[in-house]
């Protein structure tokens, strides 16, 4: 009895986020290399818009990139340790008046225009030479995975007007994970 | 069916505290409405506690709701009458709340479509061709120049050179020449803080290389904008890369802010066109939670207010058919409405009535053997006596002295009931009623020595209107009660206090006798005033009840209390002036 209604919980839970969020199922991919010092890494987002989110840009809805990426030291026999975590965040916005979209990575502030939501999610989607973490940081030894957990998100939305708007297609979006091995 | 029974004061603490989180919750809600952001960010905790109000008000009137079907059903004393209330008083307020939300919805979209029309859509897309086509000119001027300088460059040797002489004269802000790697070979601004060169990106290179030439428009985050020109330099070239030429051209501040100002409304306009359903549903959402509690807490209110209503009409006819059983009529002193104080009057007057009428029956009744009761005895004795001697006597004698005794003190009795129950007119006369209480006090103080008696008179003198006779009946028996009272006690203090008053413009006196006796049983103290209440092992039980008569015959009131400490008051307030239809002398 018990089982179908935590069952049925999940269920009605799935049915209520899966209204409010949509997965993308792309696939990206991620590697690392050393420079100086200090690991970089070239990333390919399974980044596209989702037709209501173009309309909601062209609108005048602000949205936000966030890229959570997290170097795991993956240990045999003992838990997993996290060595760090860096988010890097991307502001997309339309401007009517240009009519460009604008990219802004919120970390750096180097700010981009363009003329179409392709070369947007073009330019998004390959992200080259990201610093991740100093070499000093790490052991040879271990064996280092890095994930990137990425959404795109429409910003000053708040989550009830999301909710209300659950009859069209979700402004929110998770991206596909992507992991890699930090070196061989 | 068992049913759910509350405590009143604990549904009373619940209603009050929802009633007013509620409140407190939709005037957040409402003074935050200007700003559908802030509304955003407040509204989901705020119709949470709404909800949450919703949920226990439906609980409780569920449960209000069952006990009155219940009663119904069960053809309980007034349960039908209440449940006709409860749907009046409920229908009374259902109705107009479902017609004022309609109404509110209905006005509410026409508001929502006002802000919305197209009309003012064409006019911001408008504004913004307007602008464009102002921006437009300065960008093909741009262009214009930006070519002339590509053409004018004549090698790459003394590019710099170049470039710092033409930027000076130029409208052009920075001045670049780069190749088709995106490698800057050359850099020249007019400003003395140069500004980073946004590069152009490869599909930028694509097209200047397409069509002669680029343009843009970009916005910068202070707001200002500014006019990107790439055209390629035909005339020479970098180690067989082609060159181009990326001139920077600033726009006028004032003509950036006027652009900035008319894209930011078209933003603004453009989210909340594109939220305006969900807003829309929002205000519905919150519009019918606050008809929903509204509704709840008026279908609530209906049910108890149907059933304080109606409680004391239950009570009398209750009263009035099992009378027979003697139930007593409940008191209702914290909800004394007209109607609970027209019932208990009409109660007290019934009571009165019977009372009246049975003390007269009674005197009639009883009064008639006792006289040949009484001369039987007296002759038994009178005839006996001459004929038994010694024990034979004793006993005749002292039999028929016993029934002598008894049928005075029967017909004593009888006296009092007789008195109860007439209603002679007052003799209503001036005099002072300090005299009359001092008579009353002296009296008693010489009879009883031991008692202490503390006057505090406001006045020596008080003339009043009153039948001095009767009120002096009551204060000798007031007086009397306070002694026996106050029999076992050791230092027996009995305050006799008096006081002027004024009532809606009329003067009375109060008049109070309290002392440190016993006081009253508190069983006693509710029907102390009723016939044949006492708790005297000789007492008839009808002193207080014929004192209350005199008083209430002089329009006044009598109330009776134990004191905190020990002892008990009896207050008296009199009218100084009897109305004049009830002065039956004059």
Redo the contacts between chains.
Sequence with gaps: MNRIKIRSIFLVANLFFGLSMTVNAEVGKGSSYLDAGVYYSDIELPLSFAQEQI??L????VFNLELRFQIINVRNWRPDRSIGALTQTYTIEF????R?Y?V?NNNTGR?????TIN?VSG?LSKIKKLPLVDDSLLSLEANYRVFLNSNLKAR???????T??F?RESLDSDLEQIQWQLFN | MAIIQLNPKTTKKIIFSLIFLSSSSLLALMFSADNPNELNKIQFPLIAVNVVSFIVFLFLVSLSAKKLIVDYKQNKLGAKLRLRMALAFGGLAVVPAIVLFFFAISFMNKGISVWSDAGVEQGLNNALMLGRSALDEKIQQGLFETSNIALGLTGIESIDQQLQQVVKTSNAEQLVVLDSDLQILSSSSNQINRFNPRIPTRLEIEQANLKQSWTSLDSSPNGSYLIRVLVPVLSFSSNQKPLYLLAFFSVDPKLSMMADSVEEAYARYGTLSFMKAPIQYSYILTLAIVVLLALLLAIYGSIEFAERLVKPIEALEKQTGAAKNKIRLPEAKDEADEITTLVQSFMQAQKEAAWSDVAKRMAHEINNPLTPIQLSAERIKKRYSSVFKGEDLDFITHSTETIVNQVEVLRGMVNAFGKFAEEPALTIESFNIISVIKESVSLYSKKDNKKTFKLSFHSESFIVQADEQKLRQVFNNLIKNALDATANSTAPIINIKTSNLKINNKAYIELTISDNGQGFEPDIVGNAFEPYVTTKTKGKGLGLAIVKHIIEEHKGHIELKNKKAQGASVIITLPVLQPRKDRPNE
């Design positions: 309309k909601a062209e609108s005048g809805i401007n009517a008046f240009t460009r604008s802004t700010q981009v225009s363009m003329s070369e330019y000053d939305v708040s989550q009830w007007m999301k209300l708007s009859w």
